[in-house]
């Protein structure tokens, strides 16, 4: 601590000096001090600073150590009030930065990093050694750097920021390589290094001049070992680059400098790290071919100045699922107006990656056309010309869309893409293609020599560049994932191709967990109610153990009711700005697959201090209503409280008890008035114009001991589901509005927009089809109509309509009420809405209840809570990890789906045409909750008479018309052909077309008895 006289007229020394083993942190607040009192600190003549009254700092000096202030920038910054803001940047430089090596005697340093043995068995460097790999080895050869082959490397901090300005991944990959002990990775500080930092000189590139300071860095290291080389065992450093005017430069300097290729080919013991390296420009040119299939990209330049003028449009490329000749390109315009341009045909998406973003340009609207109708899958190279042309159909001017050509790319999103290896037929070839488990990303070419090892595995494999002149981007082997099939290997597929976070908790995120025995402190009672006498009890699915919400109904003495919705209070124990609340903020939602959960926050929080279980007290946050008996609301309150519920029940148990006469206790009383409220508030939402709609979910029964699926059924929802639907949509509402009232800018809500009419195209088409009118003017209209559709003879078609007309809607998405003028749920006909009641596993509900603790006085705010901006970029990542979970969980129920029918042989059961496509039939089986296509055009047998209607839609085949919700009888059966790519096969049985049609199997393969895991 330095005490300072700040006398006009006086010199004093400092009599105090504390030794700082972190000089920056006694600078900041030092100068700080100084700058204020407008003062400069120099030497006096014991060693310790003094200070004086001047504008002007050259050197701070602590006996043997020398800090420099090399430089000071001032400029102001205009705020988003509207003020301005001074800010001054200093740059230090010292000479106490340690080197990190163990044999090091001359930096005083408290601990090392990199090891005095630093072995790795080299053809090219036989001595001990450490690599310093430059910004574009980082970049481009990361998958190489995270081997544990490849340890004792030196990061400089000019290479670290570089790998930070230009790609946050790859930055944020480095840095976990950073934090594993075992790997030796050192960060070594050269840009405040006196030794180390060097100036751009005048006409340099910013690039030209971070190669030398690399270059700088690396001779100074080399030179600082060389003075402990009697210890070192011959010590040296060797410069990685695949720049060969960086190489050379180095090699002039004298420095031990090879390519990365180089270094990695002559590690002796690893010759499979060789397959993981990204191809470098002379192996793409290798690869390619002569002959030219693509347009040349445009230059950025070009790029942007079409985007300012309008010629060109930028969005996001989306592959499509069926057709891989066929994309759209979504761009954003002004507020909530969007555009599709649709693209078609391999010279038009001209070498664009699902998710890139893109430049197109729109073809005159002669070329306009329609999407199309064909399933088409890349299996094979073939004629892409012919196919191309079969694509184009006949289409009526008003189903033809905006249509036009990528002619640059922006912005490519690759990441490491999950697979299988297709081996090549040629003998002792090292040059594969790899087929991406998603089939809207390309085939990649890649190279490797343990073909016959990864055949049959999954493995992930990175793109690293598509060059014009080939027909597949090219690519490195990555890492091997197990045995395709597998379960655990095709769960692990399933959650790195939807960017799942899955990964163990991190010590330092478990850190902010409560300690052990943990209790409920007398200090926490005096903040909150007690609600603990009341009859409180939890409604939920089977087997749950993270329990959100819990419920209460009770007469008052007024003759009205007093109703509870208690919600886990999960703010209590996740504090803003920790390592806990980043990573759940990251993670954004709980994942359910089948048999399996994927956290938000740990298991000691998930299914237990914040689950809601019965007999135990628990933190809540209550929303409490005073209701008369026509479900009027008369009184709103919210309070933090303390529960003990009397019950967790599940939703059968709890529609038996409303159900039995015979019981008359407390819990039962309660259930039956929340059941009777209940009804009258959904009765009441389907009048304002609330939509209920139809999808079919499936629940599947595991063997005991295999975790196989062995029986699968379609889920019954009860009274009981719809009660606890009601009171947690009436919270919901509840909570949106008053955090709205309080913070008008910066409010979480959440909202769902009214579809276009164009959505409801395929739902009108399809109603039309059974003489059915839908009105789609509103969300009532819609609601009446469906309501009132019915088909004699055809009970089903009620539910069918319902199921086609959940297709049609918008996404529901998360949004900061400050960044939008819209808050409407179409859904649910509410003019204001919100989550609050799943903070265990929604991320968004954690920042409502932070919010609403703040409008009741229950909790203090902080500054990313009112930053209007940061609210609607954490809704973003909420909203892409919300879309990513509901994907996993559709493949988890689809992996399962294929694990069930693959001991049960061919089934045949009855089912209902969805859809009708230009060469195929998209069947609903309602008993399994299951959809499949009957194509009608075969590789191995000669195809029907097929004729396609748009306007119906219709397909004839031969002499029969298939139309949408027809009946149909179909054979099932999984397709294990493609391990990679299983698939539910269905053939047609009736009705019966000679040629088309397959007979019915005589007898279902039995299945094996197994044990039920109930």
């Given at each position: ?16 000096l ?5 000089v920056?942190?006694f600078?900041?607040?030092f ?6 009192k407008?003062l ?7 060693g ?7 504008k ?7 006996r ?11 400029f102001?910054?205009?705020t ?8 001054v ?10 080197c990190?090596s ?9 601990s090392?990093v ?15 050694h450490y ?5 574009n080895v ?11 082959v490849?340890c ?6 000019t ?9 946050a991944?790859v ?7 950073i934090h594993?002990k075992?790997k ?13 930092f060097i ?10 001049r971070?190669d030398?300071a ?18 070192t065992?011959?010590?040296k450093?060797?410069?990685l680059?695949?720049?060969q005017?960086?190489?050379q430069?180095?090699q ?21 790290l060789v397959?993981?390296l990204?191809?470098?420009s ?17 230059p ?37 107006d ?21 430049a197109?340009q729109?073809l005159?609207r ?7 109708s ?11 010309s012919f ?5 184009r ?8 869309k ?9 912005k490519r999103n ?8 297709n ?20 085939r990649?070419?890649?190279e ?8 049959g ?9 598509w060059?014009?002149?080939?027909r597949?981007?090219?690519?490195h ?6 045995g ?5 290997t ?5 959650l ?15 850190s902010?967990l409560?300690?052990?025995p943990?209790?409920i402190?007398?200090?926490d ?7 603990r006498?009341?009859t ?7 087997g749950?153990?993270d ?5 209460h ?11 509870g919705v208690h919600?886990?209070d ?19 939602t ?13 298991e000691?929080?998930?299914s ?7 007999n135990v007290?628990?933190l ?7 209701i008369n008996h026509?479900a009027e ?8 409280s303390?529960?003990?519920s ?10 038996m008890?409303?159900?039995?006469t ?23 939402r389907?009048?304002?114009?609330a939509l209920t709609?139809?999808s ?7 063997d ?9 059924q ?6 009981t ?9 009436l ?6 509005q008053?955090?709205y ?18 959505n ?9 089809s059974?003489e ?7 969300a ?26 959940t ?16 808050f ?12 609050f009641?799943?903070?265990i596993r929604?991320?968004?509900d954690?920042?409502?209840?932070r ?7 229950a ?7 009112m930053d209007?901006?940061?609210q609607?970029a ?5 909203n ?5 979970s509901?994907y ?7 992996f399962h789906t294929?694990?069930f ?12 045409i969805?859809?009708v ?14 959809e ?11 195809s029907?008479?097929i004729v396609?209607?748009?306007e119906?839609?219709t ?13 149909v009888?179909?054979?099932?059966s999984?397709?294990?052909s493609?391990i990679q790519h299983?698939?539910i ?10 040629g ?19």
């Amino acid at each position: 601590m330095l005490n300072c006289s700040d006398t006009p007229d006086s010199k004093r020394e400092a009599t105090e000096l504390f030794l700082f083993s972190r000089v920056p942190v006694f600078l900041k607040t030092f100068g700080k001090f100084c700058r204020a009192k407008e003062l400069v600190y120099t030497w006096g003549a014991e060693g310790l600073p003094s200070v004086g009254r001047r504008k002007h700092l050259n050197f701070i000096c602590f006996r043997s150590l020398i800090v420099i202030m090399l430089k000071s920038k001032t400029f102001v910054k205009k705020t988003r009030s509207g003020g301005v803001m001074k800010v001054v940047r200093e740059h230090y430089l010292r000479d106490d930065i340690w080197c990190g090596s163990e044999v090091c005697t001359e930096c005083k340093q408290e601990s090392t990093v990199l090891q005095k043995d630093a072995c790795m068995e080299s053809s090219l460097c036989s001595y001990p050694h450490y690599l310093v790999p430059d910004t574009n080895v980082v970049l481009h050869q990361i998958d190489i750097l995270e081997d544990p082959v490849i340890c004792n490397v030196i990061i400089l901090q000019t290479v670290l920021q570089e790998v930070r300005h230009r790609s946050a991944p790859v930055y944020k990959r480095l840095k976990d390589i950073i934090h594993e002990k075992e790997k030796h990775f050192y960060t070594f500080t050269n840009e405040h290094h006196r030794d180390t930092f060097i100036e751009r000189e005048p006409g340099e590139s910013a690039n030209d001049r971070n190669d030398r300071a690399i270059r700088v860095a690396v001779k100074w290291y080399s030179q600082h070992l060389k003075t402990f080389e009697s210890d070192t065992d011959g010590l040296k450093v060797v410069l990685l680059t695949n720049d060969q005017g960086n190489k050379q430069k180095a090699q002039d300097n004298g420095l031990l400098v090879y390519k990365c290729e180089e270094y990695v080919k002559s590690l002796i013991a690893n010759p499979e790290l060789v397959d993981r390296l990204a191809l470098s420009s002379d192996d793409k040119s290798e690869i390619t071919s002569s002959k030219v299939l693509f347009p040349e990209h445009f230059p950025l330049s070009r790029i942007q100045t079409g985007i300012k003028s309008g010629s060109f449009l930028q969005g996001t490329f989306r592959a499509s699922r069926d057709n891989y000749l066929e994309a759209t390109v979504f761009v954003q315009g002004e507020g909530e107006d969007s555009t599709e341009v649709l693209i078609q045909g391999l010279q038009n998406l001209n070498r664009a990656v699902h998710q890139d973003v893109v430049a197109v340009q729109l073809l005159p609207r002669s070329e306009w056309v329609a999407p199309s109708s064909v399933v088409l899958q890349d299996e094979e190279e073939g004629n892409v010309s012919f196919m191309e042309e079969d694509l184009r159909t006949a289409a009526a001017e008003a189903a033809r869309k905006p249509t036009g050509k990528v002619v640059g790319v922006i912005k490519r999103n690759w990441r490491p893409f999950c697979g299988m290896l297709n081996v090549s037929q040629i003998k002792e070839s090292t040059r594969h293609l790899f087929t991406p488990a998603d089939r809207r990303i390309p085939r990649i070419r890649i190279e490797t020599r343990q073909a016959s090892t990864l055949a049959g595995q999954r493995i992930m494999v990175a793109i690293d560049g598509w060059p014009k002149d080939s027909r597949y981007p090219n690519g490195h082997f990555v890492r091997s994932l197990g045995g395709a099939g597998e379960k655990e290997t095709e769960e692990e597929v399933l959650l790195l191709e939807h960017d799942v976070p899955h990964q163990a908790f991190s010590q330092a995120v478990l850190s902010f967990l409560p300690k052990m025995p943990w209790a409920i402190t007398p200090e926490d009672m005096m903040k909150r109610e007690d609600l603990r006498p009341l009859t409180v009890c939890s409604v939920d699915p089977p087997g749950c153990t993270d329990i959100d919400d819990a419920l209460h109904c009770r007469e008052l003495e007024n003759g009205n009711l007093e109703v509870g919705v208690h919600i886990a209070d999960v703010s209590h124990f996740i504090r803003p700005g920790n390592a806990l609340d980043k990573e759940a903020a990251n993670r954004g939602t709980t994942v359910y697959l089948c048999g399996k959960r994927i956290d938000m926050v740990p298991e000691l929080l998930s299914s237990n201090l914040c689950s809601l279980r019965s007999n135990v007290d628990r933190l809540a946050f209550s929303c409490i209503w005073e209701i008369n008996h026509k479900a009027e609301i008369l009184k709103t309150r919210f309070t933090k409280s303390v529960i003990n519920s009397k019950a967790s029940l599940t939703y059968a148990e709890a529609q038996m008890r409303i159900d039995d006469t015979n019981k008359n206790d407390d819990i039962t009383k309660s259930l039956r008035g929340l059941n009777k409220l209940a009804k009258i508030l959904k009765r009441q939402r389907i009048e304002k114009g609330a939509l209920t709609l139809s999808s079919l979910e499936v629940r599947f029964h595991m063997d005991s001991e295999t975790h196989d699926p062995i029986d699968l059924q379609t889920k019954e929802l009860m009274e009981t589901n719809s009660m606890v639907e009601e009171f947690m949509l009436l919270a919901n509402i509840s909570v949106a509005q008053k955090i709205y009232d309080e913070f008008p800018e910066c409010a979480l809500l959440r909202k769902h927009p009214a579809p276009p009419p164009s959505n409801y195209d395929i739902l009108i088409k399809a109603a039309k089809s059974k003489e059915v009118e839908v009105h789609t003017d509103s969300a009532k209209a819609l609601a009446d109509s469906l309501d009132a559709a019915k088909v004699d003879g055809f009970p089903y078609f009620n539910t069918l309509l319902r199921i086609l007309a959940t297709r049609c809607m918008m996404q529901a998405v998360y949004f900061c009420s400050g960044m939008d003028s819209d808050f409407h749920h179409y859904g649910l006909a509410s003019p204001i809405y919100t989550h609050f009641t799943s903070p265990i596993r929604r991320y968004a509900d954690i920042i409502v209840h932070r919010l609403l603790a703040v409008a009741i006085g229950a909790d203090t705010t902080y500054p990313d809570l009112m930053d209007k901006h940061k609210q609607s970029a954490l809704c973003n990542n909420l909203n892409y990890r919300h879309k990513m979970s509901q994907y996993a969980q559709r493949a988890s129920v689809a992996f399962h789906t294929q694990l069930f029918f693959k001991s049960r042989g061919i089934l045949n059961e009855e089912g209902f045409i969805l859809f009708v496509r230009k060469n195929a039939i998209i069947v609903l089986i309602p008993k399994f909750g299951l959809e499949g296509t009957v194509f009608f055009d075969s590789k191995d047998k000669v195809s029907p008479n097929i004729v396609f209607e748009e306007e119906g839609p219709t397909l004839s085949v031969e002499q029969h018309k298939f139309h949408i919700f027809d009946k149909v009888k179909v054979t099932i059966s999984l397709d294990d052909s493609n391990i990679q790519h299983q698939k539910i096969r269905m053939a047609l049985i009736e009705p019966v077309i000679p040629g088309v049609s397959v007979p019915a199997p005589d007898t279902e393969t039995p299945a094996k008895k197994q044990k039920l895991d109930r």
